[in-house]
């Protein structure tokens, strides 16, 4: 009987945690279509679960101990009922990766903006820092010599001041979009690996050494948001934080313009 409570709390506690509204704020405009493909999972997996949680609390129930010697409990295996639960287990493994996969096709964030003229900014993840930069009115990033940098002498990405180019460059260490544009965005990362996670755009992209890779994210909602690094990179790791605000148009040009003055 304990077994059976304890069998019944969990069924309704994880039914209960699951159905409750426990995603972060959604800010993208692709987001919703993953959300929506991981209620199908926790919806699916959910009934499957209380399913085989009841069938275990049923024969519990139905071969408790009734304090009368029993002999050797045996049972004949039956290939049908194998075969039945193998099917359906594999239908629905097969089914939501089939469907998880046109998501993917339909909305993939990777690769370059497709319009023509996307917010640029190049995303360097460091030891533990994010930094972001804007290629200025040229829309040109400059080249960079990370021998050269240092932070705290305000150059952290090691910007060679020669090539024209490079002038114009802003970096700052929150990241500014415009709601409602797409961003094109290029990840680097001149050390270790590192991970771009923005739960809010449900956004989630390695920065590999000697890669520069681009991806596109649409925001669609003004606000402030967490940028955090989603894979183990040294010691400092868990402080490896930055902001992503999102901002009406107007104000993220009128940042533009303030910091070319500067
Ligand atoms: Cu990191």
């Not at 209380?50 to 295996?77: E, H, I, M, N, S």
């Not at 290939?79 to 089939?98: D, H, K, M």
């Not at 319009?115 to 040109?140: M, S």
């Not at 925001?219 to 902001?243: D, F, K, S, W």
Request: hydrophobic letters at 45%.
């Amino acid at each position: 009987m304990a077994l059976l409570i304890v069998i019944a709390v969990l069924v309704v506690g994880s039914v209960l945690f699951f159905s409750r509204d426990w995603l972060p704020v959604l800010a993208s405009l692709t987001g919703e279509v993953t959300d929506s493909q991981l209620s199908l999972n926790l919806i699916l997996l959910g009934v499957v679960f209380v399913c085989a949680q009841l069938a275990l609390g049923l024969f519990v129930w139905k071969y408790r101990d009734r304090g009368r010697p029993q002999g050797p409990f045996q049972t004949q295996p039956s290939w049908r009922t194998e075969l039945i639960w193998l099917v359906v287990a594999a239908s629905i493994f097969l089914g939501l990766n089939l469907a998880g996969t046109r998501m993917w096709a339909a909305y993939k964030p990777s690769g370059p903006s497709s319009l023509p003229d996307p917010v640029r900014v190049e995303v360097t993840a460091v030891q533990f820092r994010w930094y972001f930069r804007y290629p200025g009115p040229d829309g040109v990033f400059g080249h960079v010599d990370a021998s050269r940098a240092d932070a705290s002498l305000g150059d952290p990405l090691g910007l060679d001041r020669t090539d024209p180019a490079s002038a114009d460059d802003q970096v700052s260490s929150v990241l500014l979009l415009p709601a409602g544009r797409e961003a094109e965005l290029t990840l680097r990362a001149p050390d270790v690996i590192h991970s771009f996670f923005v739960p809010a755009l449900r956004f989630k992209q390695d920065a590999v050494p000697g890669m520069n890779i681009q991806v596109h994210v649409t925001p669609a909602q003004t606000g402030q948001y967490e940028i955090q690094c989603a894979e183990l990179c040294g010691v400092g790791h868990h402080q490896m934080n930055a902001r992503l605000l999102v901002v009406p148009p107007a104000e993220f040009d009128r940042f533009l313009s303030e910091a070319r003055k500067k």
